[in-house]
């Protein structure tokens, strides 16, 4: 009865009282037990539902919440065995909103170590694997929530992107994922990777429940100097206007996609049209530059950002850290060390800037710049390690997006050849999420790509 | 073009300076891939930005604080403080002593 | 031995008495709390924990930076500095690099400043910049324990030019920015409690040598001005001898031993320091406008030497006494409230120097209410009726009893008088004006 129904579904069932909120709890429980030995989407697992008696936009709708959103008296590692007993003794915002709105955690989702990978692999505690073909990777490093929320171990999750983290396993694991504005959504208690990067974001069956996720979470925090003081909006009741919009067509984003994909979004920007939309050639930056930018600037953040990991306040020795911690922590101590500063990192910091000039350029003619969030689907487990920068490389139409700050979102196009899920991407403007979840909802509801999903989940009975 | 493998000696330093400790196996991967990495980075030279400031953080905020004595939220009790701490003695973190 | 002249420069850090911490809202101040009890995510550096700058700490940065002449950067910002010690939570201590708050300040004294004996001066300042403090570290058999009361108190740090080539002169320097720092309000720049905290940093070249020495002895751990002096000497003559025997002293961080007063070499944290700065991605930038700037500006009193300079042009106060009595704001505050206090009733020119005399000397306490005090002091001041009668017998009386001091006068040694109208005025009870019993005195010993 329950299997495949998001949010808005859970929340008419409950409402009409067809269900408790503890019997909703307690089914997806009951799901975990069973899959999750086999997906290893979940590091921690609550057995009892929380916030029952609150009445809000999240009442009695158990979510998935990736393991480095510090959650008081649970269990919170980053999949890092540096974390390994770790028990934070405060709630992040994300999930103290999540509590207001009357959510109830169900578990904490495994992630590549500290979010360093697309894959979900660099986890101390064993990869997770993609729902729709275990031996494939459900991408990362929120492969946990998206592997969680593709299975239906969760009706939808939360999970963070530096560059890609959302959008990518999203398109991996065939749900909706979106990266919101940097800033958008507060970091305050999310375990930090690249801090002038980093954002949290929803994985979710359907784009209505993003929304309804965002418009839980969304806002400025006296805790977040960084959080945005700009209003956030009704996201779910404008989503539901009927607006028209003109999206733009980059060839540098077109450029190193699997056969499938590039059909795939070929339709998808027909299906658009059809919808009314412009559709308008532009050009933009080549993201290889990003790629360049990104890795700079994310792997200097990583160094500082894992130099508090002493093993005396919490946490074990500095000698638990894996080799893909390492791995970045000694080049972003490269770039930032005396005399490299200015040739690396001052240099990534000035091509930031054009990147977000570019982007301000382009919005001036568009609303949204498509593409795909990968360039192919879900790679098979151990593919990863040939690559010195995988995740990097993997991302790389996620990384100018995430340099300039502005929000995008991972939306099902149905299965390439080997029913793998594929995904378009859509970028826009600052702060434009109600746009972007605007044209995803009507886009969703001029296909049935979400039903080829669900129907996927029925698979794994 | 590529630049030679990075020394074993600065491979060490760097790992010194981030307080990381590397196996040998490790410390031949890192002087491998660390310089393929600054070989891929330095594409960025292909860019001009003369002129152009650098970008420390993409939100338009500026002179964010808070009020001196405003209400403390988040203070900790000595019980959360040390429950994550594995060495702890007279209401303080421990470590083998340091010369002074 | 050639003819050597030190450069010194000096770094001072001072912890500001804000409420809240520089990044939380934890209480400050409290010293003598329980050890980790004042606490929270962000001082203790909790993994995903955020820094909020505090408001009055960025104001009171910017409020020592003007008072200290310097230029106030109009766009600023925080950097993060890394190098490892368990006292540090986040393994970088939030700082500033090459945006700090204030640039290119000075301090000028004038010929013989207060007690110095020497040309006007005037030594540079390179910045001041605003910081956390670190946590404690307390030494105990094997252990070490870490107190992170202390993590993330604000700490503006103050950097001069290499502009000393004296210890006296930075002694001066050291107490005029401790007099500045309490009129501002801004710290308790306690010694003791290490609310304030020195490091000069010491080197020695042969005198008319353009440039730095190549290399730069840094001394720490001093909590008083006259050990930094000797701290100072003690380094120089080390320099000098080994300068001499053809030796470069060792770049190095020294220790200072008071009980012995020599410096001992401490073991360096690192080999080189590389801090691999990068501008903190947690803190947006600062703006600052010029009326901002200015209203700030308007909140720093009058400074300890321009205080000093009107008392001793405007009231003719002795240089000394000024300088003793400017030193301490409140002191100086007690002063002008007796001082307009005793204005309405004594007109007489040279007052001021009399107030101050009596507070300088101790003859009053100025414990005393500022009301009390002035009472006291007008008491003292106001003829008192003399009964001639009483006096007439009480000089007999005292000269009876004192015949040595009655020859002593009469042989010239006429100082003996103030001992003889002492005694008088104590054979009377005070109740005579001392100014009449030593002219009827005199005329007895005639
Ligand atoms: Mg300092
Ligand atoms: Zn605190």
Sequence with gaps: ????????????????????????????????????????????????????????????????????????????????????????????TVTSRLKKAGYSLLGKTNMDAWAHGSSTETSDYGATKNPWDISRSPGGSSGGTAAAVSAYLAPAGIGSETAGSIRQPASWSGVVGLKPTYGRVPRYGVIAMGSSLDCPGPLTLSVEDAAIILQSIAGNDKFDATSASVPTEDY?????????????????????????????????????????????????????????????????????????????????????????????????????????????FKKAQKVRTLIINDFKRAFKEVDFIIGTPTPITALKLGEFEKYPFFGELMDKFNEPGAMAGIPGISLPTGLDRNGLPMSIHLMANYFRESDLLNASYQFEQETDFMGVIKKGILNLK | MATKKLSREAVLHLAKLAGLTLTDAEIEKNSVQLSETIDYIKNLDELDTEGIEPTNSVVDLSNVTFEDGEKNERALTSEEAFSNGKNVKDNAFVVGRIMQ | MKDYTPVIGLEIHVELKTKSGMFCQCANGLHEAVPNSQVCPVCLGLPGALPVPNKQAIEWTIKVGKALNCTINKHTKFDRKHYSYPDLAKGYQISQYDEPIAVSGYLEFGPNHGTYKNEAKRFCIHRVHLEEDTGKLIHKNNDTLIDFNRSGVPLV????????????????????????????????????????????????????????????????????????????????????????SGETPLQETRGWNSEKGITYSQRTKEGAHDYRYFPEPDIPPFNFTDS?????????????????????????????????????KSLSEYFETVLSAIKKENKEVGIEQKIVSVITNKRIPTTLSTKDFVKKFLENMRPIDTDTGLLDTSIKAVLARNEKAVTEYKNGKITVIMFLVGQVMKEMKGKADASAVRKALELQLE
Excluded: W
């Design chain 1, 1 to 92: 009865m329950l299997l495949g129904k998001t949010i808005t579904e859970i929340k008419d069932l409950i409402k009409t009282k067809k269900m408790s909120k503890e019997e909703v709890f307690s089914y997806f429980v009951k799901r975990i037990e069973k899959h999750n030995p086999l997906i290893n989407a979940y590091l921690t697992v609550l057995k009892k539902s929380e916030n029952t008696n609150i009445d809000g936009l999240l009442s009695g709708i158990p979510l998935a919440v990736k393991d480095n959103f510090c959650t008081k008296g649970v269990r919170t590692t980053a999949s890092a065995k540096v974390l390994d007993n770790f028990i934070p003794p405060y709630e992040s």
């Design chain 1, 236 to 344: 779910v009741s404008k989503m539901k206007e009927k607006k028209t919009y003109t999206i733009g067509i980059a060839q540098e984003y077109f450029e190193g996609l699997d056969e499938d994909i590039k059909k795939s979004l070929g339709e998808s920007i027909k299906i658009f049209e059809k919808m009314g939309f412009k559709t308008k050639k532009i050009s933009l930056l080549s993201p290889q530059y990003s790629i360049s930018v990104y890795t700079i600037i994310q792997r200097a953040e990583v160094m500082s950002n894992l130099a508090r990991y002493d093993g005396i306040r919490y946490g074990n020795p500095r000698t638990f850290f894996g080799s893909e911690a390492k791995r970045r922590g000694m080049l972003g101590t490269y770039t930032l060390s005396y005399g490299y500063y200015d040739a690396f």
């Design chain 3, 157 to 244: 740090e103050i950097v001069t030019e290499p502009d000393f080539s004296s210890s006296s002169d930075v002694k001066m320097f050291l107490e005029e920015l401790h007099a500045i720092i309490r009129y501002l309000d801004v710290s308790e720049a306690d010694l003791e409690k290490g609310t304030m905290r020195m490091e000069p940093n010491i080197s020695v070249k042969v005198k008319g040598v353009e440039g730095l020495p190549n290399y730069k002895v840094e001394v720490k751990n001093i909590n008083s001005f006259n050990f930094v002096k000797r701290a100072i000497d003690f380094e120089v003559k080390r320099h000098m001898e080994l300068l001499e």
């Design chain 3, 292 to 328: 901002y700037i200015d209203a700030i500006t308007k909140t720093i009193p009058e400074l300890p030497k321009t205080k000093m300079e009107r008392y001793i042009k405007a009231m003719g106060i002795r240089e000394t006494d000024a300088y003793i009595l400017t030193r301490d």
